[in-house]
């Protein structure tokens, strides 16, 4: 699998939004296909970096709710965790490689 970072244009960018991110499949049944949908926001109170996982908004009694699309299958919970990290650690590489450059 390898994590692919997208940068915002400057045009329509949420204030904290850094980029958005895609996981592309390279290996078994799902090679050759990606899963869309992460960003990388910087946190409101300035203390790091934080990513937002895949979901569909939906409304109940005029109440928005999200359905998370990627969840812990088993109950384990710290699997999000892993691919977070690996979004953020993907990011900063990004990040390094673009100072270096300009």
């Known amino acids: 699998m390898v994590v692919k970072i997208i940068t915002p244009s400057d045009k329509n960018t949420l204030p904290g939004k850094l980029a958005e ?3 592309h499949f390279t290996e078994g049944i799902l090679d050759g296909l990606k899963l869309l949908g ?3 926001w910087e946190r409101r109170t300035g203390g790091g970096r ?3 996982f895949p979901a569909r908004t939906y ?3 005029g109440e928005r709710r999200s359905f998370a699309l990627l969840r ?3 109950g384990d919970a710290t699997a999000q965790d892993r691919v977070r990290e690996l979004i953020l650690d993907t990011y900063a590489e990004f990040e390094e490689k673009a100072a270096v450059a300009s």
Do not use: D, I
Request: hydrophobic share 55%; no cysteine; net charge negative.
């Open 50 to 52: 934080n990513v937002t």
């Open 72 to 74: 812990p299958a088993a």
């Open 59 to 61: 409304s109940v009694n």
């Open 38 to 40: 992460f960003t990388v």
């Open 21 to 23: 991110a895609e996981l």
